[in-house]
């Protein structure tokens, strides 16, 4: 009896202690498994963070990117600042062709029919204030011009037929270039009719001097 009572007793503590040890297992299975959730959440947090830098990137890239753009949009306003500046043209007194020696001898056309210089001279329908008006409005300064500041007078010569109609006029002497010269040529071509000149009270063709000036306005 005694020995089956020592045989109990330790198979009693077999049993205690496996449920001992089972029991330590447990805590320490819990204990990693909470180790390793840390360390889960400590990965995503860590990658979050590596997923938003190019982010961060990109709005920096776009902060560097604003002084560029303000000095793009001083160019456009500056371009506008020109832009915004005007040309005008005036006109000069119908310049004589020849002197007041040459006009005392017998007025005599050149090999075209033209003369130099006429008894009567050619007028434009108005006089000199019409004839102001018409250039002033209908001068079209270029750009070009315009943003090269430039500025001066043309001389330009045409003839008057017997007509009045305004024939062949070109700049002679000096040139503005920018297409001055062409436009002071233009618009004289597509003027109106004048009254032609005379010697000896017939109608003639005669040759016309006139200055074109141009100048910008702010």
């Not at 109106?192 to 005379?198: F, I, T, V």
Request: glycine residues 6%; contains cysteine.
């Amino acid at each position: 009896m005694k020995r089956n009572s020592n045989i109990q007793a330790i198979i009693a503590a077999l049993g205690l202690l496996v449920f001992i040890t089972a029991c330590t297992n447990n805590n320490q299975s819990t204990k990693s498994s909470a180790y390793d959730s840390s360390n889960v959440a400590t990965t995503n947090d860590t990658s979050m963070n590596h997923m938003q830098q190019p982010t961060d990137t990109a709005t920096t890239n776009i902060a560097a990117e604003k002084p560029v753009n303000k000095e793009a949009s001083n160019k456009s306003a500056n371009k506008t600042t020109v832009a915004k500046k005007k040309g005008k043209a005036s006109v000069g007194t119908i310049a004589e062709t020849k002197s007041i020696a040459e006009k005392k001898t017998t007025f005599k056309p050149d090999a075209n029919g033209i003369y130099d210089a006429a008894e009567v001279r050619p007028a434009y329908p108005g006089g000199q204030a019409a004839l102001s008006d018409y250039v002033a409005n209908h001068i079209d300064y270029p750009q070009m011009a315009i943003d090269d500041n430039k500025e001066g007078t043309v001389n330009v010569v045409f003839v008057v037929d017997e007509n009045g109609k305004v024939q062949d006029a070109k700049v002679v002497g000096s040139k503005l270039g920018d297409g001055l010269d062409e436009e002071a040529e233009r618009v004289i071509s597509t003027m109106p009719k004048w009254s032609a000149g005379m010697v000896k009270g017939k109608s003639v063709k005669a040759r016309v001097t006139l200055p074109i000036t141009y100048k910008i306005e702010e």
